[in-house]
């Protein structure tokens, strides 16, 4: 099970720190990502981690902006959102899957989900 938190109403400009919370199995062991959907639009990769090699995945409209990264307790994994934009408003889902690679932001790959934090900056 994912959980997610962390979402909510920032100015543009803002800040913002989503969590995703794993029970039942370890993160460490797997590739985590977060995906974004905005109405009336297709799920969107924004970032992921292995969490073995520590190696990062970023869509390129979030680089520089958004940093992925695991949490100390190794089964949290985090998602920094700095200079938010308007266009970064939509549901934020984490997800988690066996490996990242190259196919990182191909959704239907991801095994595990949360059920979503919204985020809306405005």
């Known amino acids: 099970q994912l959980v997610e938190s962390g979402g909510g109403l920032v100015q543009p400009g803002g800040s913002l720190r989503l969590s995703c919370a794993a029970s039942?199995?370890?993160?460490?062991?797997?590739?985590t990502g977060w995906f974004r959907q905005a109405p009336g639009k297709p799920r969107e990769g924004v970032a992921a981690i292995n969490t073995r090699s520590a190696f990062r995945y970023y869509v390129d409209s979030v680089k520089g902006r958004f940093t992925i990264s695991q949490g100390n307790a190794k089964n949290t994994v985090y998602l920094q959102m700095n200079t938010l934009k308007p266009e970064d408003t939509a549901m934020y889902y984490c997800?988690?899957?066996?490996?990242?690679?190259?196919?990182?932001?191909?959704?239907?790959?991801?095994?595990?989900w949360g059920q979503g934090t919204q985020v809306t900056v405005s």
């Open positions: 039942g199995f370890t993160v460490s062991n797997y590739c």
């Open positions: 997800a988690a899957k066996t490996s990242c690679g190259s196919a990182w932001s191909s959704y239907g790959q991801y095994r595990y």
